[in-house]
């Protein structure tokens, strides 16, 4: 194991204890739905949002154990976001991560139930901590909500389901749609540790900059391995993209392309961090490993 995944490790580690003690039933009535709710954030990935957040805090020299319910709390509206994904009326997928999806085993009701309860659950998370001053961590909800929202997250998953059957959203849709869905969420992260850490401007616009090309590499390689993964190595059906007609970095480029423009944004966001020296060793390595997962 080398020191990139040695660290994704240890750090999937203590998200998953956390996460495994933050939704116990306290209403013996709610049960069903608190059973749906832990059965996604419960049910494995890769939790790289979390970590990442953990990363840049400790590579702007902070402690990052104390911001867990922070950490957490972006790992539920990521949770949050793949169970409404894979619902009847979005993807209408049956796998994820391996196991039936939500709505598969709790139907669609409680699904989207399981979703919303997940979705306010991490802004609860956010407001009720107690690490951070208030200014911060008001920050950090508006930069949060934001991203999640209609600006970001809901948008791109708008964008994507009103494209559906049209694989022609051309180059700038396409990349519309990817930073609507992934790359904001993946900016609010580093923003977020940005804000907790109170890092200078300079260092605020690096972390931005990371980002912004981490997010792309992650959205490119993602496309990649749809076209070209198995379907025991991702855990989710492969070729869906090309079934549902969607465009993607290998159905508008070619996957030669698209491999060059994921090792362009991965050079770019390993440079982004440069400055921040040696604590931000694991940010350096992270675009690499994403990318051997496609080599
Ligand atoms: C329903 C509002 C709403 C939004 C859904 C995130 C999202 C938007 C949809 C998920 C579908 C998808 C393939 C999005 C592209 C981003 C992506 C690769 C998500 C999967 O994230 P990973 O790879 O998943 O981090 P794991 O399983 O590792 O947590």
Redesign the pocket.
Known sequence: MNPCEAYLAAKKTVIEAHLQQLLPVTEPAFAPLYKAMNYSLL???????PILFLAALEALGKESSVYMDVACAL?CV??????????PA??NDDL??GKPTNHRVFGEGMAILA?DGLLTFAFELLARQRVADAEKIGACIRVLAHA?GPAG??G???Y?LLSEGHGDIGTEGLKLM?R???GV?FEAVMSMAGILAAAPAAVRQVLQVYAEQLGLT??IT?DIL?ACGTEAEL??PVGSDVKNNKATYVTLFSLDKAKQLAQESAQQAVAAVAPLGASARFLRDLPEYLLVRVK
């Open positions: 049910a494995g990935g890769k939790r790289i949002r790992e990521h949770s949050y976001s793949l169970i409404h994904d894979d619902l979005m993807d994820r991560r979703g999640a997250m809901v791109g998953q708008a994507d990817h609507g869905k992934t969420i992650f959205q993602d749809d855990g989710k």
